[in-house]
């Protein structure tokens, strides 16, 4: 079993900056990526970044120039790191991963969800 935690969400100026951190744990042999989604209410749930354990990335076009998403191997963690934030970009973000274990090839797995609200 895998767990996903996400944090570092929270209410921010339009401007601002907020960094989002997503730590996973529990029983596997490896990831194979991960990444960042959100979704605002009456939306879907839409991808905003994500990295492959060969550091290799792909950005929404709403991100790029503004987002960068990262990871800690050593702690199995991936970060947002999110710089001019606007209005628009208020909704719930949520971390996806996806891990190997000794049963499965590919096991995606989300966390809870962090809020962030960008708002004066």
């Known amino acids: 079993q895998v767990q996903v935690v996400e944090s570092g969400g929270g209410l921010v100026q339009p401007g601002g900056s907020l960094r989002l951190s997503c730590s996973a744990s529990?029983?596997?042999?490896?990831?194979?990526?991960m990444g960042w989604y959100r979704q605002a209410p009456g939306n879907q749930r839409d991808l905003v970044a994500r990295?492959?354990?060969?550091?290799?990335?792909l950005y929404a076009d709403s991100a790029k120039g503004r987002f960068t998403i990262s990871t800690d191997i050593a702690k199995n963690t991936v970060y947002l790191q999110m710089n001019s934030l606007k209005p628009e970009d208020t909704a719930a973000y949520y971390c996806?991963?996806?891990?190997?274990?000794?049963?499965?090839?590919?096991?995606?797995?989300w966390g809870q969800g962090t809020q962030v609200t960008v708002s004066s």
């Open positions: 990295i492959t354990s060969e550091n290799r990335t």
């Open positions: 996806n991963v996806d891990t190997t274990s000794r049963d499965t090839i590919s096991r995606l797995t």
């Open positions: 529990g029983s596997f042999l490896s990831i194979n990526a």
